[in-house]
């Protein structure tokens, strides 16, 4: 999507700090960190939201979710860590291209929100 922040971070357009890259997914960290440690894993393809995936996404989503282990602990989670999915307007959604904030960090991640 031409006018998509995450699609333009895919592409190199908008920089980032990496984590990681696949042929289908991307991981990076968040520019406004809620945690000592906070990234975002998404797809390279443009997905909307968590609301618009079918069974035809499963095996992208079950991509994504299986890669956040090994990803978190390369960031020095080893004692757990918090996954969100804002989707829509009513889970307050601010980017719509679908992605899974990851957060942790030595201590308990305060409150259950991420940006509000
Ligand atoms: P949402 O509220 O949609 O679940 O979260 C969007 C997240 O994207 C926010 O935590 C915000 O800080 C992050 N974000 C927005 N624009 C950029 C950007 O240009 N670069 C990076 N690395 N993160 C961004
Ligand atoms: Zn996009």
């Known amino acids: 999507m031409d006018n998509c922040i995450f699609c ?3 592409r190199g357009e ?3 700090k990496k984590v990681y890259e696949d042929d ?3 991981a990076f960290h ?3 960190p809620h945690a000592p440690v906070h990234f975002l894993v998404i797809p390279k393809r443009h997905v909307e939201s968590l609301a618009e995936c079918t069974d035809a996404d499963a095996g992208l989503l ?3 979710m299986a890669a956040i282990p090994k990803l978190a602990r390369e960031q020095g ?3 757990g860590f918090r996954t969100i999915v804002n989707t829509g307007r009513v ?13 942790g960090g030595p201590e308990p991640i ?3 929100m991420v940006g509000h």
Do not use: A, C, T, W
């Open 8 to 10: 333009k971070i895919v």
């Open 14 to 16: 908008i920089p980032s």
């Open 24 to 26: 289908d997914i991307f």
């Open 30 to 32: 968040d520019i406004r």
């Open 62 to 64: 079950g991509g994504m």
């Open 77 to 79: 989670l080893n004692d």
């Open 91 to 103: 889970g307050r959604q601010e980017v719509y291209h679908l992605h899974i904030h990851v957060l």
């Open 110 to 112: 305060p409150g259950p």
